[in-house]
């Protein structure tokens, strides 16, 4: 009873904190009118739910909590005390009222205080809105006004800016005529200065005055008076030309006198920009005066109808060029280099008379092309001496690539076009010519052992010499592009003597052993030598490196060529040599399979040894090689030593691994496994290999039974003892493919062989103690 008592002060005490807080929570809502109204109406209706009870609801707006509390207890207690097992149901459905009321009370405080300061802010910022568009009126207000003011005063002040205006532009008319006054005066004092400095004789000063005056000239440049201009560089011109008579005549040169002034007066003879020659300065004035008289003298020999001009003689005016040229190097280096050092001049003394003298080469040159353009043998032999001309002009008299010369006049499209045409043309005869020689295919060094390794006939050495020729030819010309054309006619004359060689090879392939059919062989193999080295050539390297930028411009080339020809893992010559290879391969192989038969034909008896019955190594007194394996070993030996002197030792090297590949395997399956041998048959083959066979290779290699791995081991397993061969069997059948069996194949010497093989090899074995094994 005591339990229940406290059970129902518990009740009665939640009841009275839950009212109380009804009642809080219905005074914080008062000031809100209908809100809290509404509020308090949710609450009632909560309360009432919980009580099941309308009186109750109204007890409850009467304020009367403590009947309430008592008429609800009553209600749901009562006297029965049976009823108090209801308590803790009623405990959890108030909880439950509590906490929504809580929750209720939140919301509702923030809706209130939401709507509360809305209205605030709307109203502020229509306060804000007015105040702007008042603020905006006045300023509507001013603008207008001051719009007004200042289209009144333009309008006032319009005579007068057209007055000001007027008088402005007298004022820089006169500004002008006083500049232009100005110059005047000054050039005209400065002619003075050079008529008196001329009468005093004091010429340094003279020409120190007329650089003064090319200063000026240089400045007016860029100024719209044409005839301030035209005067200007009349009056330098005419001072110049005096200066320059009076020098002459006293041959003497003011060296201190600016370059400029030569360059500013004296314009460089400049040909058709379709030479493309690269942009120089005109010849310093000193050496133009050196070079007058010799001017002179090319233009009488080389112009016109003298009888040294002729247009099949180039080699008359190059040589006369590179004679004044040599005569004048030590007067140059000696006399005029001195001075020009003296005078801080930075120009080499030698290399500008060769200047001088190249320009009337480039003008012959331009000038004699066009007549000559289609006759082929007046064309290729200017193109001769012109490089020639150039080699000796670079290498004896150090004349820079860079400077203007004959490549530039060669490399004019209509003229390199001709000249890559005739390229092709001569080359083409000459390899007509080399291929139907009656030494075409014997090689100049035949007699000296040292120099004749790679054993080249003579028309594969003239080939790579005619294209060794060709590279020097082209090698010095100005751009890559040009470079790479005559690259192109290279790789097309390589494969077309390789066409040339195949057909060739054709006609001799029932004599693939034969003295041409070698001959051949030993060409393809030393062209593909000689361009593999020429891969690695700088010049070519550079050649690829072009090629591969014109490549990437042209995607003409994957992504995978770019990258190898980049990284250089491919070079300019991979095509062909990839053909010539291939070539060489195919020959080979011919070769090769050739022996091979002869080999096969002759063996034809010792397959059919009668293996046994053949006696004991133990019955012989010595052990001899069989009749049989005579025929074929002989036959071996004979093809061996001729394919040695015919073919170079790279290629020999080649051929006869190719054909001990095929011997090893043609002994081992047709000799060996197609026979069964006694202990006598077993011994005499082992003889017969190790003692004939292998030793015919032991000039070309230290170990030549490593070459036969088949035939080797083979014999190895026919040759051993019972008991060892017993052991081994064993151990192959107990255990299959596992690593002991690999090893007990390994300790007597099998490695090539697989396990099914050595099985096969000991079945083929008759000599053993019983049947059952």
């Known amino acids: 009873m005591r339990i229940l008592a406290d059970r129902g002060s518990e009740v009665i005490n939640y009841w009275f904190q839950l009212l109380l807080g009804k009642q809080q929570f219905g005074v914080c809502c008062s000031e809100n009118g209908d809100q809290r109204k509404n509020v308090e109406e949710k609450s009632d209706l909560n309360i009432a739910a919980l009580a099941g009870n309308e009186q109750v609801c109204e007890g409850t707006d ?39 009321l809580e929750e209720q009370a939140i919301i509702s405080a923030w809706v209130l205080t939401v709507s509360s300061e809305i209205p605030k802010r709307i109203q502020s910022a229509l306060k804000n809105a ?5 603020f905006l009126y006045q300023s509507l207000e001013q603008e207008t006004h001051l719009s007004s003011s200042i289209n009144s005063h333009l309008l006032t002040a319009q005579p007068w800016m057209e007055d000001l205006g007027a008088m402005i532009n007298q004022i820089e008319e006169i500004e002008r005529h006083l500049a232009y006054l100005k110059w005047i005066s000054q050039i005209e004092e400065l002619s003075d200065n050079i008529q008196q400095y001329l009468m005093t004789n004091n010429v340094p000063e003279a020409a120190s005055t007329l650089v003064s005056m090319a200063e000026l000239d240089i400045k007016l440049q860029e100024s719209s008076c044409t005839h301030l201009l035209g005067f200007m560089r009349a009056t330098v011109k005419f001072w110049h030309k005096i200066l320059k008579d009076k020098l002459t005549r006293q041959e003497v040169y003011p060296y201190f006198m600016s370059r400029f002034v030569d360059e500013l007066l004296t314009e460089p003879k400049q040909l058709p920009e379709k030479y493309s020659l690269p942009a120089s300065p005109s010849v310093i004035l000193p050496i133009q005066i050196m070079l007058t008289p010799l001017q002179k003298r090319f233009r009488y020999h080389f112009r016109g109808n003298r009888q040294t001009n002729v247009i099949s003689k180039p080699e008359w005016y190059l040589a006369q060029v590179l004679m004044w040229i040599g005569n004048h190097t030590q007067f140059l280096d000696e006399k005029i280099q001195p001075i020009l050092d003296k005078a801080g001049s930075s120009v080499n003394a030698r290399l500008e008379f060769s200047r001088g003298l190249m320009m009337l080469v480039l003008e012959k040159l331009a000038a004699d092309i066009p007549c000559l353009l289609y006759d082929d043998n007046l064309f290729c032999h200017l193109v001769d001496e012109v490089l020639l ?15 203007a010369n004959c490549m530039h006049i060669l490399s004019e499209e209509t003229c390199f076009q001709r000249w890559l045409t005739v390229e092709r043309k001569f080359a083409l005869q000459k390899m007509d010519s080399m291929l139907s020689s009656e030494a075409a295919w014997i090689s100049q060094y035949k007699d000296i052992t040292d120099v004749d390794e790679m054993k080249v006939p003579d028309c594969a050495e003239t080939f790579m010499t005619l294209l060794l020729v060709i590279t020097d030819r082209y090698k010095h010309l100005p751009t890559a592009s040009r470079k790479l054309q005559f690259l192109e006619l290279q790789k097309d004359l390589v494969d077309d003597f390789r066409i040339r060689l195949t057909q060739v090879m054709k006609e001799e392939t029932r004599a693939s052993l034969g003295f041409r059919y070698c001959a051949i062989l030993n060409a393809v193999n030393y ?27 042209n995607n003409t080339l994957s992504k995978l060529q770019l990258g ?50 053949l006696p004991s190594q133990a019955e012989q007194a010595v052990m001899s090689l069989s009749s049989a394996a005579c025929p074929f070993l002989l036959t071996l030996r004979d093809r061996l030593l001729q394919l040695e002197q015919q073919l170079c030792f790279s ?9 001990v590949e095929k011997l090893d395997i043609y002994i081992y399956q047709e000799i060996i496994l197609a026979n069964h041998f006694n202990e006598g048959g077993a011994a005499q083959l082992q003889f017969d290999m190790t003692r004939n066979l292998f030793p015919l290779f032991s000039h070309y290699c230290k170990r030549p039974e490593n070459y036969f791995k088949h035939v080797k081991e083979a014999c190895i397993v026919l040759n051993l003892n019972i008991g060892s061969a017993l ?8 255990t299959s493919g596992q690593p002991p069996a690999t090893a007990a194949l390994n300790e007597v010497g099998i490695y090539k062989l697989a396990q099914q093989d050595v099985e096969i090899l000991l079945n083929l074995r008759t000599n053993w103690p019983n049947t059952g094994k």
């Not at 009367?64 to 097992?85: H, Q, R, T």
């Not at 803790?88 to 009222?97: A, G, N, P, R, V």
């Not at 007015?130 to 008042?134: G, I, R, T």
């Not at 072009?546 to 490549?551: G, M, R, S």
């Open 527 to 553: 062209i593909s030598t000689v361009l593999a080295d020429w891969a690695d050539n700088v010049f070519f390297l550079q050649l690829q490196q072009a090629a591969l930028e014109v490549f990437a411009e």
């Open 727 to 734: 052991l081994l069997k064993d151990v192959l059948q107990s």
């Open 389 to 403: 001309f150039e080699r000796e002009l670079h290498s004896v008299h150090g004349y820079p690539g860079t400077f």
């Open 62 to 100: 009467n304020g009367d909590l403590p009947s309430y509390v008592s008429a609800f207890i009553e209600k749901e207690v009562g006297n029965d005390l049976k009823s108090l097992k209801k308590l803790d149901k009623l405990i959890e459905q108030m909880t439950e009222s509590k906490m929504q």
């Open 564 to 613: 190898q020809l980049a990284s250089m893992e491919s070079s300019v010559f991979d095509d062909m040599i990839n053909l010539l290879e291939r070539l060489k391969h195919d020959m080979l192989t011919r070769q090769v399979d050739h022996v091979f038969r002869e080999v096969k034909d002759a063996a034809k008896l010792y397959k059919k040894e009668r293996w046994l019955s």
């Open 651 to 659: 290629l020999f090297k080649v051929f006869w691994q190719m054909l």
């Open 130 to 134: 007015e105040e702007s568009k008042q």
